[in-house]
């Protein structure tokens, strides 16, 4: 049978007093309410009217869907046959 130090259990009871106080810490951190009510539909809007923004650019100025990643520049062409078709 091994000794027990009642010292090195002492020890490991403050080590694991101090790790459940930072746990709760970090627990209360990441659940705090910073208060910003974000509305998903203005959002949803804002994100649209950029999304049009840089389509009209692009529109306008041939030579930026050059520098567009591929995917928005299928999309960009996507949307310019869409509007062609009306």
């Given at each position: 049978?091994?000794d027990?130090?009642i010292?090195?259990?002492?020890?490991m009871?403050?080590e694991?007093?101090?790790?459940?106080?930072e746990?709760?810490?970090?627990?209360?951190?990441?659940?705090?309410?910073?208060?910003?009510?974000i509305?998903e539909t203005?959002?949803?809007n804002?994100?649209?009217?950029l999304?049009?923004?840089?389509f009209?650019?692009?529109?306008?100025?041939?030579?930026a869907?050059k520098?567009?990643?591929?995917?928005?520049?299928s999309?960009?062409?996507?949307?310019?046959?869409?509007?062609?078709?009306?």
């Amino acid at each position: 049978m091994k000794d027990l130090d009642i010292d090195d259990v002492e020890d490991m009871a403050d080590e694991m007093e101090e790790m459940m106080y930072e746990t709760g810490q970090i627990n209360e951190a990441l659940n705090r309410n910073y208060g910003m009510d974000i509305d998903e539909t203005d959002l949803d809007n804002e994100m649209k009217e950029l999304d049009d923004e840089l389509f009209k650019e692009a529109i306008q100025n041939p030579q930026a869907n050059k520098q567009v990643p591929n995917y928005y520049a299928s999309a960009l062409q996507q949307k310019e046959a869409n509007i062609n078709k009306i």
